[in-house]
């Protein structure tokens, strides 16, 4: 069964203090990983896809990492305004002809300053 | 450039009430998915509608139904509320192809089931 874990749950940070998010995946053949950031009370905002691994994507302060079983979500000098959930997602390959996405339960950030 | 639009932003229920939640796509999209989203987790894919049908659906019970409309727009239908069905309900829209492009998702319609 495909599935995604992200880890950890939260995570508080201070301002300027760097950090790592963690997204292990299992699929049966990846098509696709996302990276959202979501506000509370709000939809998700798309930040990142990486589709193969050794992929890297930067935004900003932040840069994701692809291996074969994971995603990293690097931040790099944090500021208050980058605490949010960020939640992690795949798409399977043998997902027929639909792209439904796969999510974790999200890493909460809180960043102070 | 209008993103994703949901409707209504917030809704409250009784047990056993029947809703309609609207969702209108990003411009140039063609494809519309729903989620389902509780209190502390991840969204849960409830199904996906492209060409005005439903092309895959999640482990949802046959209570929820849905419809995509001639401009892409779509609506997610609940029947027999439970309270379990409180949630945040997210629409997300994309391109059919390719398979593996982004989904953009809309603000959201927060259910609340008395």
């Known amino acids: 069964e495909d599935q995604v874990t992200q880890s950890p749950e939260a995570l508080r940070l201070q301002e300027g203090e760097s950090s790592s998010l963690n997204c292990s995946y299992t699929v049966s053949g990846l098509r696709g990983l996302f990276w959202y950031r979501q506000d509370p009370g709000k939809g998700p905002e798309f930040l990142f896809t990486?589709?193969?691994a050794g992929e890297e994507k930067e935004k900003e302060r932040l840069k994701a990492t692809l291996t074969k079983k994971e995603s990293f979500l690097h931040i790099t000098a944090p500021k208050p305004e980058d605490s949010a959930t960020y939640l992690c997602a795949v798409q399977s390959n043998y997902g027929g002809a639909t792209n439904k996405l796969i999510f974790g339960t999200g890493t909460l950030l809180a960043v102070q300053p | 450039d209008a993103g994703v639009t949901q409707s209504p932003t917030h809704l409250i229920k009784t047990r056993g009430q029947q809703v309609t939640l609207r969702c209108s796509p990003k411009?140039?999209?063609?494809?519309v998915s729903w989620y389902q989203q509780a209190l502390g987790q991840g969204p849960q894919f409830i199904f996906q509608?492209?060409?005005?049908?439903?092309?895959q659906r999640g482990n949802f019970p046959d209570r929820f139904s849905g419809h995509q409309f001639p401009n892409y727009s779509s609506e997610l239908n609940v029947n027999a509320l439970l309270l379990g069905d409180s949630a945040l309900y997210l629409c997300?829209?994309?391109?059919?192809?390719?398979?593996?492009?982004?989904?953009?998702f809309g603000p959201g319609t927060r259910l609340t089931v008395l």
């Open positions: 509608y492209y060409e005005e049908e439903e092309r």
């Open positions: 411009s140039g999209h063609d494809t």
């Open positions: 990486l589709y193969s």
């Open positions: 997300a829209s994309s391109t059919r192809l390719p398979a593996n492009n982004e989904q953009f």
